[in-house]
């Protein structure tokens, strides 16, 4: 199995690099001047097919649609699976001030890429809604990239059968062994959920300097203080449904829809979205646990330092119309999730959705490097 994931990734960020190239060269190299005529931006998208789902169906149509000429051509990483090769490329085109091969990139290397240095400046001169983000969103990255939607792992639970649901971590660990085979999280290399209550379970034994340095920085040492939530985990193998992990978010959504779960952690976007459609009975409830919560933040958009002229123009242009008020509504709506701008600038009916849940105070995950060693890690330690 495992010789076999890493031939077909191998295979995989081949093809992406040839796709990347095949895509960015009719774009002048870094620091070339602006071309004339209509713009052709290359996005490198990196998540869940939902997402990919939500570009091809509102952000794309609507951008193009109100700005004629203009076109935006997706490259598709689900999962992640190619964001170490992707994140490799556009380091060395950088240093080169070579064509990155994409004008724009959402992944989770994006705060990365930012604090390194390989991002364009993200300002209100620029994109003149960023504005109505707030000052501490931006300066989360240091004005490098932009925040365009945000989620967060909250707690999901059928109220038929836990009318009183956990409220801190501690808590939540303790139901889990009370109620054998009522709960279960995905392994953390097929979705975030899962990869969030393992991360939350190890954080509880990490300072807050620590976790300050491993959600910023990459240090292999700092692992270290990972060994007691190893156990933990390890320990709640026998408790899990069927002593079992499910693959991906959505296996976790289907057993609570089916009732074969009580509670699980689960996205907040494809929470409320199954809600919403049926998917999820009217039963289940969306929660948050303290102490620490789940983790969660914004998604970030961001452009190459290097980028020419006309594609970084075209790409201001593309972050600007995402972060207007109507269009941060069309995309709380196509996913459900959290939207970038302060609550009080969205319709009424849009921010009732968010209703007993914490939609600013978003606890960070570590960095990409950090979170690919504990992905690795989990399956050797816990099942």
């Known amino acids: 199995m495992t010789w076999n994931r890493r031939a077909l990734v191998s295979t995989a960020a081949l093809a992406l690099a040839g796709t990347l190239a095949a ?25 869940d097919v939902n997402i990919k789902g939500m570009w091809d169906n509102v952000i794309i149509p609507g951008f193009t649609k109100d700005n004629p000429g203009y076109s935006v051509k997706i490259v598709f990483s689900e999962h992640g699976v190619n964001d170490t090769v992707t994140l ?56 490098k990239a932009t925040p365009y939607r945000g989620s967060s792992v909250v707690l999901a639970y059928d109220s038929k059968n836990v009318p009183n649901p956990p409220k801190t971590l501690d808590d939540l660990i303790a139901w889990i062994k009370a109620n054998p085979g009522k709960f279960t999280y995905n392994s953390p290399s097929s979705g975030g959920s899962g990869y969030a209550f393992a991360e939350t379970v190890l954080d509880r034994y990490i ?17 270290s203080n990972w060994d007691k939530g190893w156990q933990d985990l390890h320990a709640l ?25 009580w509670m699980a952690p689960v996205w907040s976007d494809q929470a409320l979205s199954g809600l919403a459609t049926g998917q999820l009975p009217a039963s289940v409830k969306l929660g948050q646990v303290t102490d620490p919560a789940f983790t969660g933040g914004l998604v970030y958009l961001g452009i190459p330092k290097n980028a020419d002229a006309a594609h970084k123009a075209a790409a201001y242009k593309l972050l600007n119309w ?9 995309v709380v709506n196509a996913v459900k999730g959290y939207p970038a701008i302060e609550q009080n600038y969205l319709p009424a009916d ?4 968010f209703a007993g849940l914490n939609t600013s105070d978003l606890r ?17 330690r816990v099942p």
């Open 88 to 143: 490799q490329r556009l380091t060395a085109a950088v240093k080169a001030n070579q064509n990155a091969g994409a004008d724009l990139y959402e992944a989770a290397f994006v705060n990365t890429a930012a604090s390194s240095g390989l991002l364009a400046d993200a300002t209100a001169q620029d994109i003149p809604n960023l504005s109505k983000v707030s000052k501490t969103a931006v300066t989360a990255v240091g004005g």
């Open 23 to 47: 895509c960015g060269a009719s774009s002048s190299s870094g620091g070339g001047g602006a071309s004339s005529g209509p713009v052709a931006l290359t996005f490198y998208l990196s998540g």
């Open 350 to 353: 849009t921010a009732k959705l």
């Open 322 to 330: 995402l972060l207007d008020p109507a269009h941060q509504g069309q």
């Open 364 to 380: 960070a995950n570590y960095e990409a490097k950090t979170q690919n060693d504990l992905k690795q890690q989990w399956q050797t």
């Open 207 to 223: 300072s807050p300097s620590d976790l300050t340095k491993m959600d910023t920085t990459y240090d292999p040492s700092l692992e």
């Open 237 to 261: 193998t026998k408790n899990m449904y069927q002593g079992t992990y499910p693959n991906g978010n959505n296996a976790v959504l289907d057993l609570l829809a089916r009732g074969q779960i």
